[in-house]
């Protein structure tokens, strides 16, 4: 999906680790200009039960917005709740947007 809906190839992806900041504001930058949209959403992360593969803990998000401002911030729940942390992810994620352009 990475690659066939945001156009981020391996090039793109050196030196970077999915599941941080860096890596969120690139998804939220690329959305935003692949939809030639005034802002962008990005986030990456582990929902659980479990971690994921790059060492993240189950609770753990980046969340980033990309438009006339930029902001990325990270998010960690401390919980293995799978729906609770999709939840918890896609609430900061709105306060993040409204926070940003409300500005």
């Known amino acids: ?3 066939a809906l945001l156009g981020i190839g391996d090039a793109d992806m050196q ?6 900041e860096a890596y969120s504001a690139l998804i939220a930058g690329r959305i935003r200009e692949r939809l ?3 802002w962008g959403i ?7 039960p479990t971690g994921n593969r790059y060492g993240d ?5 980046c969340i980033a917005v990309s438009g006339p401002i930029q902001r990325a911030i990270t998010l960690e ?5 799978r729906r609770a942390n999709m939840e918890a ?6 306060e993040l947007i409204a926070e940003v352009v409300a500005r």
């Open 42 to 48: 990005g986030e990456t992360g582990a929902a659980g």
């Open 36 to 38: 030639g949209a005034s």
């Open 15 to 20: 030196g970077l680790r999915p599941s941080t």
């Open 89 to 94: 992810f896609a609430k900061r994620a709105l």
């Open 1 to 3: 999906s990475r690659s």
């Open 57 to 61: 803990a189950a609770g753990h998000t």
């Open 77 to 81: 729940t401390g919980s293995a709740d």
